[in-house]
């Protein structure tokens, strides 16, 4: 087979490596040359008219192409190595002047390297929760689930240079519920006064079991579950219907942020449209209780292709929660976080869909659910 003269491959850099070397060799060569020939013939160069004067003019012009055309296949180049530099930096959808801002929003130097090595063990224990005749175990599911927790509630604190107790920070996962199953999560229900349940696609519902801090201790969620519209907005109205963090993360399929729970209520009234009893009761519920001053909602994604006529959404939440920390200030720096701990997050729904339909692990009928 032919070698390969693709733009990136050895043999058409060694060409063009070859192609810019002479140039040089020969312009010292003819420079060294020009000194050495005025040394031994200064006079015939300077006085007269005969051969040492003429071959002395003809390595100047000598010495002169060569200087030019080393000039040009340098700049060639350099104009390549410009160009592939460029296409690197448009294939990253960025430019030279955004580098900065990329480079302040990357995790900390052994972030990565965490979570990688966070990976390999808890790969290991969702990949656990079937026994040896291949049936799913709950309690092994649950076990694997907090674990996760807990590595995201400490990659978070370490994300932010460790600021704060790394109690402060803490991790949990709410499951969406179709509205048929929700059982008793339906008395569960917060920031739903006088709301007419039945137009909802479901719930997303949190067992206490699946709250920990980095720590590993429950931060002290009382089961809860938040509701689900079908849309994030009603048709023809540029309102959100969906209450803020969880419910819109999962009813978007994107990450959310929320820097400052104590303004949830003013979100509600500027930019949703929600009932007044509704900003009422999410305007006591964040006066009264302090679990968490921010968060951050991350969707956890299926497996499962969705069925026809159905779009892709995920089957539950990570939410992970902070007090008293300046944590991802800035949507870069959000990105960057939930982007970096993304397999993590992954492997929660691999837990979630070993178990069957993702709402088993806050079935009704459980003993531990409220």
């Known amino acids: 087979m032919a070698p390969s003269l693709a733009p990136d491959s050895r043999l058409r850099r060694a060409f063009r490596a070859l192609a810019a070397w002479p140039f040089g060799v020969v312009t010292a060569g003819l420079v060294s040359s020009l000194g050495i020939y005025v040394a ?4 015939e160069i300077l006085k007269g008219d005969g051969p040492h004067r003429h071959a002395f003019w003809i390595l100047i012009v000598l010495a002169a192409a060569s200087s ?3 000039q040009l296949a340098t700049e060639r180049a350099r104009l390549e190595v410009e160009a592939r530099v460029n296409g690197l930096l448009g294939d990253l959808g960025s430019n030279v002047g955004q580098i900065p801002r990329i480079v302040r929003t990357q995790p900390p130097e052994d972030f990565l390297g965490s979570v990688a090595d966070a990976y390999r063990v808890l790969a290991y224990m969702v990949f656990g929760i079937r026994d040896d005749n291949g049936k799913a175990v709950p309690d092994r599911a649950v076990k694997a689930i907090r674990e996760i927790l807990v590595q995201l509630a400490t990659l978070a604190h370490s994300y932010e240079s460790r600021r704060g107790d790394l109690a402060s920070f803490s991790a949990n996962l709410m499951v969406f519920v179709p509205l048929p199953q929700i059982g008793i999560w339906r008395d569960r229900l917060l920031f739903a006064s006088n709301v007419n349940i039945d137009k909802y696609a479901g719930v997303l519902a949190l067992d206490e079991r699946c709250a920990v801090t980095g720590r590993d201790k429950g931060p002290g969620y009382q089961p809860f579950a938040l509701l689900v519209p079908q849309e994030p907005k009603a048709p023809g109205n540029k309102r959100y219907v969906v209450l803020p963090g969880a419910p819109l993360a999962f009813a978007e399929g994107r990450m959310e942020i929320v820097y400052n729970t104590a303004k949830l209520a003013e979100w509600a009234e500027t930019e949703g449209d929600f009932l ?6 999410i305007r006591e519920y964040f006066e009264k209780h302090t679990v968490a001053s921010g968060f951050i909602s991350i969707p956890v994604p299926s497996r499962s292709p969705p069925k026809p006529g159905e779009k892709d959404a995920p089957i539950g939440i990570v939410n992970i929660d902070w007090q ?4 991802l200030k800035g949507p870069e720096s959000g990105n960057s976080f939930a982007q970096a701990v993304r397999p993590l997050v992954a492997l929660v729904g691999v837990a ?3 178990l069957g339909p993702p709402w088993t692990l806050v079935r009704p009928s459980d003993p531990a659910a409220p």
């Open 324 to 327: 008293k920390a300046d944590l």
């Open 68 to 70: 030019f055309l080393r």
């Open 40 to 43: 031994f013939y200064p006079n």
């Open 352 to 354: 979630l869909e070993t």
């Open 276 to 281: 007044p009893s509704q900003i009422a009761e």
